[in-house]
């Protein structure tokens, strides 16, 4: 079966870093994918990891360990608008992405 | 700019009526695409995987006569709710690759929230 967990909500303070985790079990693996979603929106894409390490992009970094089944997504400088719901997803073969539970980020001033 | 056109954002029905939904790739060619269901508060579900020129892949649990997928062309796909009744409403987002690399990320569709009264 697929199992992708995240923690379902999370608050932090405008300018500090938050680390929001997403632990996988899934039938097969071909990378994992970060993506934000805003209320009411569509998501739109942040990052990709396939081999394990740090990817950084910006603010936004991400990391992979496949022995683990784990990864996380790291915001730095964290501003008003990065309040969002932040989705981990598998790639788990023939190009389907299977989602994680999502977790909500409310950042405050 | 936009990569992957959904239409409408938004629809009310009556139960019991059908409704079409439209996903259509813009500036590229898309043999698969994916159609979503998330409900409010949480994550996108797979409903099923549209392929151009056969028929869909159905996740388990969705029922195939209810929700038919059409993918004419490269470039379109359509989602019908059959029989729509309010446990449907939902909000349904179209996707598609631009790349074929396992990299490549989904482009997702701006969604279409279903209300059914």
């Known amino acids: 079966g697929q199992n992708i967990d995240q923690p379902t909500e999370m608050t932090a303070t405008e300018g500090a870093i938050v680390q929001i985790n997403c632990t996988y079990q899934t039938s097969g693996f071909n990378g994992l994918f970060w993506y934000q979603q805003h209320a009411g929106e569509a998501p739109t894409f942040l990052s990709y990891n396939v081999l394990d390490g740090l990817e950084e992009k910006g603010r936004f970094s991400s990391f992979l360990s496949r022995s683990k089944g784990y990864s996380y997504l790291l915001l730095k400088e964290l501003q008003m608008k990065d309040s969002a719901s932040y989705l981990c997803a598998v790639n788990s073969g023939f190009q389907k992405l299977v989602f994680g539970t999502g977790t909500r980020l409310l950042v405050s001033p | 700019g936009a990569v992957v056109s959904q239409h409408p954002s938004w629809v009310i029905c009556k139960s019991g009526t059908s409704v079409k939904i439209e996903c259509r790739s813009l500036?590229?060619?898309?043999?698969?695409m994916f159609w979503y269901r998330q409900f409010p508060k949480q994550s996108l579900m797979l409903m099923a995987t549209?392929?151009?020129?056969?028929?869909?892949?159905?996740e388990q649990g969705v029922e195939k006569d209810k929700f038919l997928i059409n993918h004419a062309s490269l470039t379109l796909s359509t989602l019908t709710v059959t029989s729509a009744h309010p446990e449907d409403s939902s909000f349904y987002i179209c996707s598609a690759r631009t790349g074929t690399g396992d990299n490549s990320p989904l482009h997702f569709g701006n969604g279409t929230r279903l209300t059914v009264t």
């Open positions: 549209s392929n151009e020129g056969s028929k869909a892949t159905y």
């Open positions: 500036d590229f060619q898309a043999t698969t």
